[in-house]
């Protein structure tokens, strides 16, 4: 197993090394620094486990009727709400922080006093009205007034008395009340478990919108902050699937995601390619084999290895000699892993043209693709919620943190572009979008999209502007521009590190022997 959370680049880093022994404890592993009362993510004697971050919506917004306990007409500044048919005052809670200059960070010294209403059905997050009628939108989070809960199964997962098989690690991680991906290995199975307190829903409802909050959680109690939750057997759970990856990808055939849902290209595939050509091998793997499986996809554009052979398939061979030129290119990266490397050190990736044209150009076809058909209005709404990109810049919102590729619309492009060329397919969409359908229009769109990136790509300093690296001295650097920043939670700092899209605590591990029962 080689396994690991992508939890980001600190310095000194989130996660701290443990090492326990005692009654009913025997682990070593990575713990989250202040609240490290047991190892996390590590090893017993015999067997090992770790976790990535699950997708499933632990979290539902419920649209709440407002009311006055005078009986006067409501509003939507009103703080008073309708729950089982009574009018309750919501709770008002009140925080003043303040804060002080220090070696770490020198903003000014200042205060800030927050205020949040609560209810029976969550924290007040807006107000509204539906049909005239005022409400407040709620969140409720299962794991709410539970938190400390979760320790049970933690404490099971450091027990060696407790896990002596992956059928226990599995009941160790159901009693996990939020969201993971957990992996185990020993030397005779590997298994996978999806925790989470998932509340029981109305059938009648999507828990995906906001809800009317007469639907609320099936046995929900508001005093004691529990409701229905799903049963184990309803968890997504493996043991001994041939191999088993989760890059948070979707947890299993038919299960519902979280408010973003998962289409046909996600960076797991990366692992799973690489993977199942080691067991193709008909060879016992190594374990330095399945890291360096893990190395090497954690270099790759997810947008180049998957969407641009077909891209490039209804692109066809431009009759304009620089476009076909970039095309050429961008067809030799593909083919040559379709990595933003420089393993030779020499200060520029290998395949930077290609890369630059397609990072100019992905922007350009996503909405040349989608946006006449959308119209501006609802493409705009629509990119705001999932945006069309992750690329190692920008990894999951925030700059230079090394993770990338988890969401955007790499799927929505390369299924529509199948649609398109009348390739089989299960579920299609129920329309193709590229070119309203004419494979004409597609091609001329992408062949003008492309002309247009070619273009940016020649302005490499505008194309890679970012502050980090003109502060390091290297403006409009496309190396400099994928690369990880280590965030300062101390005074010490840490240079810029080349980009891998790989976790920052991860465990190579091969079990030799299980211990007699």
């Known amino acids: 197993a080689v396994m690991g959370p992508q939890v980001g680049y600190f310095d000194p880093q989130i996660l701290q090394e443990e090492d326990l022994h005692g009654p009913g404890l025997d682990a070593r592993g990575a713990a989250i620094s202040g609240l490290g009362l047991y190892v996390e993510l590590g090893h017993g004697g015999d067997y090992a486990w770790s976790a990535t971050s699950a997708g499933q919506d632990i979290v539902h917004t419920f649209a709440v009727p407002l009311c006055n306990p005078d009986g006067s007409p409501a509003s939507p500044a009103s703080n008073a709400y309708v729950f089982r048919g009574r009018c309750t005052p919501m709770d008002v809670v009140t925080q003043t922080e303040s804060w002080t200059p220090n070696l770490a960070d020198q903003t000014p010294a200042g205060s800030e006093t927050v205020t949040a209403y609560r209810t029976a059905l969550g924290i007040v997050r807006a107000r509204a009205t539906i049909a005239g009628r005022p409400v407040a939108y709620t969140r409720l989070r299962s794991t709410y007034g539970h938190e400390i809960d979760s320790a049970l199964g933690f404490s099971d997962l450091n027990n060696p008395d407790r896990i002596h098989d992956a059928q226990a690690f599995e009941r160790a991680a159901y009693r996990i009340g939020y969201t993971y991906n957990w992996l185990y290995a020993d030397d ?10 998932n509340p029981v829903h109305d059938p009648r409802v999507d828990p995906i919108l906001p809800v009317s909050s007469a639907y609320e959680w099936e046995h929900f109690d508001p005093q004691a902050e ?54 193709a091998s008909g060879r016992k793997t190594t374990l330095p084999e399945l890291v360096t499986a893990m190395e090497d996809a954690g270099t790759v554009d997810l947008r180049a290895d998957r969407d641009l052979p077909a891209i490039l398939a209804v692109l066809g061979q431009p009759t304009d000699p620089q476009l076909a030129k970039a095309a050429a290119e961008l067809g030799a990266w593909h083919t040559d892993g379709s990595h933003r490397n420089d393993p030779a050190a020499s200060g520029a990736y290998v395949h930077a043209h290609a890369i630059a044209i397609l990072d100019a150009w992905w922007p350009l076809l996503v909405r040349g693709e989608f946006e006449p058909v959308l119209g501006p209005t609802l493409y705009r709404q629509l990119t705001d919620q999932l945006g069309i990109d992750d690329p190692p810049n920008q990894g999951s919102g925030t700059p230079h943190v090394g993770s990338a590729y988890d969401t955007g619309w790499f799927g929505y492009v390369e299924k529509d572009l199948r649609n398109l060329r009348g390739l089989p397919e299960a579920g299609r969409y129920h329309r193709v979008y590229c070119g309203g359908g004419d494979p004409a229009a597609c091609r001329a769109m992408l062949t003008d ?55 920052t605590y991860q465990q190579a591990v091969e079990i030799p022997g299980h211990r007699p029962r």
């Open 188 to 197: 005779r199975d590997i298994a996978y478990f999806n925790s989470g307190a």
């Open 226 to 279: 529990t409701a229905d939750y799903t049963p184990f057997d309803q968890h997504p759970q493996v043991i001994n699937q041939d191999f088993i990856t989760s890059w948070n990808n979707k947890q299993a055939l038919d299960y519902s995601a979280a408010d973003a849902k998962y289409a046909s290209v996600y960076r797991s595939q990366l692992l799973d390619d690489r993977i199942a050509r080691l067991i």
């Open 449 to 503: 999209t492309l002309r247009q990136a070619v273009a940016q790509a020649a302005d490499p300093a505008t194309l890679y502007a970012d502050p980090a690296c003109t502060a390091a001295g290297r403006p409009g650097d496309q190396e400099c521009f994928d690369a990880i920043s280590f965030r300062p939670i101390g005074v010490t700092s840490v240079p810029l590190m080349p980009w891998v899209n790989r976790p």
